[in-house]
């Protein structure tokens, strides 16, 4: 089989890696996904592209006003404590 007609074993991992890349999974779902990508090419790929997009979304000015309007709407529609 080509390199690039390989199909990943484990395609559902591919929602985590959002998780993984922020730091926002387990030690043990974190060497899971680590094993998995170290021996998958399709997941390798994935995994860069999603890198690449979040690099380029963080350097966006456009991305910061976003992310401020974000935290301004969280606040805003929060419950008060008492």
């Known amino acids: 089989m080509a390199e690039t007609d390989q199909q990943c074993t484990s395609p559902d991992l591919h929602y985590s890696f959002i998780f993984y890349l922020n730091g926002d999974v387990s030690k043990k779902e ?3 996904i ?5 021996d998958c090419i399709k997941c ?12 380029a979304l963080a350097s966006s000015p456009e991305w910061e006003k976003a992310r401020k309007m974000t ?11 008492k």
Do not use: F, G, N, W
């Open 30 to 32: 974190s060497d899971t």
């Open 71 to 81: 935290a301004a709407i969280t606040k805003a529609t929060s419950p008060t404590k």
């Open 34 to 38: 680590e094993e998995h990508v170290r």
């Open 44 to 55: 390798q790929k994935h995994m860069i592209t999603i890198m690449l997009v979040s690099e």
